[in-house]
């Protein structure tokens, strides 16, 4: 935990970006932010239109008016415009369905090479979890106390035996 504070702001906020989630997520982001652009560029520049064609309307101008506009009052009209949550209901689902046609790709290519490499998907790599290690430490250290008990058992008697035997040549 000293080693933390010693780092320094900048040392710590280098080692957070360079790692790879960090990095992996900031280029998520940034083709997220991409591909947003193009398919709302497909939906209203190719989309809306067909639907605009068959509906007679551009679905962006749909809207429902609640007040009419008042001049004598100088007010604006206020109305719910549908037509917008129209579109950014497309633009989702094309969004998702697109993403959902890549992760099922890499998913397919993914099972292609586990296949290829042998791997079968009953085989899973075995994970402890944290009572799962602390049992086994403990083990390990149950054994290691009583191998050292054994040890001092016998240091003991070999002590007593060379303490008799001193004591056997003292009275000779």
């Given at each position: 935990?000293a080693?933390?504070k010693?780092?320094?702001f900048?040392?710590e906020?280098?080692e ?16 997220g932010g991409?591909?947003?652009?193009i398919?709302?560029?497909?939906v ?5 239109p067909?639907?605009?064609?068959i509906?007679g309307?551009?679905?962006e101008?749909?809207s ?6 008042n001049?004598?009052l100088?007010?604006n009209a206020?109305?719910?415009n549908?037509?917008?949550?129209i579109?950014?209901?497309?633009n ?8 959902f ?9 993914r099972?292609?090479?586990?296949k290829a490499?042998?791997i079968?998907?009953d085989?899973e790599?075995?994970?402890?979890t ?10 390990l ?9 054994a ?8 002590r ?13």
């Open positions: 935990m080693d933390e010693k780092k320094g900048w040392a906020f280098k957070f970006i360079l790692q790879g989630d960090a990095l992996d997520m900031a280029v998520g982001v940034v083709i991409a591909f947003t652009a398919v709302t560029a497909l209203n520049g190719l989309i809306n067909i639907i605009g064609v509906g309307n551009d679905i101008s749909l429902v008016t609640l007040l009419e506009a001049a004598e100088g007010t206020v109305t719910l549908y037509g917008t949550l579109s950014a209901i497309i989702f689902l094309l969004v998702g369905f697109i993403l046609c890549i992760v099922r790709a890499i998913n397919k290519l099972d292609a090479a586990k490499a042998g079968e998907d085989e790599e075995v994970v402890e944290d009572s799962e290690l602390l049992k086994d430490i403990r083990d250290m149950k054994e290691r106390n009583e191998l050292d008990a040890k001092a058992e016998r240091i003991a008697k070999a007593a035996a060379k303490a008799k035997a001193a004591e056997k040549a003292a009275k000779e």
